[in-house]
């Protein structure tokens, strides 16, 4: 069953709705932590998202245009705002549908159902899954995960595309200036260490799926990655 998130600084609310949700077999997560809803939402990898408009520090449209730059899975704007221009910013901002408060249960139920049958269901496109292998490592870009075996991790979106360019390239070195442009549309603002930080991230990545050591660094050039791991069986 779908894994749903809720981002509802209303505790009652969200209280409601998730009992409600676990009571037609969804799986739910509720949040807690609204300074760090991006990576609550990179840990569980969830198949949709209800989100609230009002929330501390930053409001809904802000949390929704961070999921917009890494997925692409259902958000349903749940919000007591209900001008016609709130509904547009949901809208413009990357959600898919917007319910107004108070609302009635079966009507959520039914727009998280719809919203399901179109992106994973009957109406959904079908699409060929991109995917590239390198000596039995899997990477698979639509769900940013890698595979290697029975181990599984799930990957940000710069880092599925940093392990997608050094797989494809390898074992030849790839340079700095080809992966930054990779990465960032504009690379005059990225820090020098910016790119480190990335890598050292896919390396632990690896490290989850039993690969060390395979990306190495080449002084003044670059990086390679080396499939000097054994392929599970």
Known sequence: ??????????????????????????????????????????????????????????????????????STCPILFISARSGEMDQVMALENGGDDFITKPFHYEVVMAKIRSQLRRAYGEYAPKVEERKVELNGLALYM?????????????????????????????????????????LWDDQSFVDENTLNVNVTRVRKKLQGLGIDDAIETVRGAGYRLVSNWVEAR
């Open 142 to 182: 639509e769900r940013m995960e890698a595979q290697m075996g029975e181990k599984i991790v799930t990957l940000t979106k710069k880092e599925a595309i940093l392990l997608e360019t050094l797989m494809k390239r390898s074992p030849r070195v790839v340079s700095r200036e080809v992966i930054l442009e990779k």
């Open 1 to 70: 069953m779908a894994e749903i998130l809720i981002v509802e600084d209303d505790p009652k609310i969200a209280k409601l709705l998730h009992n409600h949700l676990e009571k037609y077999g969804y799986h739910v997560t509720l949040t807690e932590d609204f300074d760090h809803i991006l990576e609550l939402f990179t840990k569980i990898n969830p198949d949709m998202v209800l989100l609230d408009v009002n929330l501390p520090s930053y409001d809904g449209y802000y949390w929704c245009r961070q999921i917009r730059k890494i």
